[in-house]
């Protein structure tokens, strides 16, 4: 039987999509997320959000948002569960950059995110002039564990879980997916090896995952 290690825990409903493909899983968290104390206005106009850790973070808050613009559809989802109003949802944070750049030239915003982010948009915003404050709401932190045996595929959500991966394990002959170009960039810096899902969200890299192991 093929097995994937997946660097983070599956949902019930995600784990059957694996084993009803015949497939075995073996899974932990690769990081760590911790919340830290912030200060925030108690309105706000504009927000970015990345991560649904940061909409989890503040949301214990009890913020009020005028305008959301997120990267993600679980992120786009998180936020309307929460009963904000989402103005434009992108897949990658190049994408939304580009757009706020575009559209929003003359408004300002503020970017909740964790220690470890991608500087794409708030290089952008920088760039073109933007006014934007950024508040760093989680701390994310690798959770190394070093594995004795090879898998049929790695599965990888962010830079940070491949980097905590290949701080303990090589890559080897293992078949990588990875939720986006990111995480892909990251993970081909160790191996060619490396295919990105259809789409940002973990079904997808599963869904990915099952289809390249059943067809080779």
Do not use: W
Not at 23 to 35: D, H, R, T
Not at 42 to 68: D, K
Not at 195 to 204: K, Q
């Amino acid at each position: 039987m093929k097995t994937i290690l997946s660097t983070k825990k599956l949902s019930p409903s995600q784990k059957g999509l694996i084993t009803n493909a015949g497939i075995s899983l073996v899974e932990y968290n690769a990081i760590k997320i911790e919340f830290i104390p912030f200060e925030i206005p108690s309105t706000i106009e504009n927000v970015i959000f990345t991560s649904q850790n940061a909409i989890n973070a503040v949301m214990s808050y009890g913020l009020e948002v005028m305008n959301c613009f997120c990267v993600g559809e679980k992120t786009k989802s998180l936020l309307e569960k929460n009963g904000l109003n989402v103005i434009k949802m992108t897949e990658y944070a190049s994408e939304l950059a580009e757009y706020l750049v575009k559209d929003h030239q003359k408004d300002s915003f503020h970017f909740f995110c964790g220690n470890i982010r991608s500087d794409e948009i708030p290089s952008k915003l920088k760039n073109n002039k933007i006014a934007f404050e950024e508040i760093e709401v989680y701390k994310t932190t690798l959770n190394p564990k070093k594995f004795e045996r090879q898998f049929d595929a790695v599965l990888f959500f962010s830079p940070s879980g491949v980097r905590s991966f290949v701080s303990e394990n090589k890559i080897n002959a293992s078949k990588v997916i990875c939720i986006g170009s990111t995480t892909a960039q990251e993970a081909r810096k160790y191996t060619e090896n490396v295919v990105i899902s259809n789409a940002t969200t973990v079904e997808s890299v599963i869904a990915k995952t099952v289809k390249h192991l059943i067809s080779h």
